[in-house]
């Protein structure tokens, strides 16, 4: 059982519960970034639908379902991946939270013996992507697309499966054409396994651009 709810359930780790790497691309929307899932205003059904896996693993004693949140840009999917990782980390759980295309590069660099970026190690980085608590893989089909990429992606989704770690995926492609970009065994798992928070309505970015 990797992430547990309940009020005693929770570890200590060395690791840096949440990496950074996100919020450095992201720089500009980071201090807007709320503490907690309380604090997260609007997309009431997706957050609605959270509430309901967070509460249904608390009652199951078991880990967070795997979750995709998917929809067109700019409708808050980080927004709300930080605030998850903050509530999930704030609990003594190991968070992993990061783009897709910086977690292939690291993948990529572990596997062909190159260095990551400075003060990186892809094999560190790769060990923790596998293996913590909770993986939040965040835009999801932004990479461009190559064999290594799908391999990464079904290896990710289909290790943790089985470890019963918790992963969020994010993405702007709907669940077919994730199907259609990585394959159809990490379509089936997503379909099968992941619990799925769609968004929608207008993007933020531009409703505080004509502010
Ligand atoms: N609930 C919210 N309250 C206030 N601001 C928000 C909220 N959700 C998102 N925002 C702001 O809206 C902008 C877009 O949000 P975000 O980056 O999370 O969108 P996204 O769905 O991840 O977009 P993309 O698919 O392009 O990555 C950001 O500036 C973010 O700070
Ligand atoms: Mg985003």
Redesign the pocket.
């Known amino acids: 059982m990797s992430i547990d709810f309940s009020d005693n359930g929770g570890f200590e780790t060395e690791e840096p519960l949440v990496t950074t790497s996100l919020t450095r691309d992201?720089e500009g929307?980071g201090s807007?970034r709320p503490k907690s899932l309380g604090e997260?205003?609007?997309?009431e059904k997706a957050k609605g639908n959270l509430e309901v896996f967070i509460q249904a693993a608390k009652m199951r004693g078991e880990p967070l379902d795997h979750v995709l949140l998917h929809?067109p840009?700019?409708?808050?999917?980080?927004?709300l991946s930080a605030c998850i990782a903050r509530e999930v980390s704030g609990r003594g759980f190991s968070v992993v939270y990061d783009t897709a295309a910086h977690i292939f590069q690291s993948f990529e660099s572990g596997k062909f013996g190159r260095e990551g970026l400075p003060g990186e190690d892809p094999e560190r980085e790769i060990e923790r992507c596998l293996h913590c608590d909770l993986l939040i893989m965040d835009?999801l089909g932004t990479e461009m697309l190559t064999s290594f990429v799908q391999a990464t992606v079904y290896r990710l989704v289909n290790e943790r499966l089985l470890s019963r770690k918790s992963t969020l995926l994010?993405t702007?492609l709907s669940v077919q054409e994730l199907g259609r970009r990585d394959g159809e065994a990490v379509l089936s798992r997503v379909q099968g396994e992941y619990g799925c928070l769609v968004?929608f309505g207008e993007d933020?970015?531009l409703l505080?651009r004509d502010r």
């Open positions: 992201d929307e807007l997260y205003i609007g997309q929809g840009p700019g409708l808050g999917k980080t927004f835009d994010s702007n968004f933020i970015r505080k």
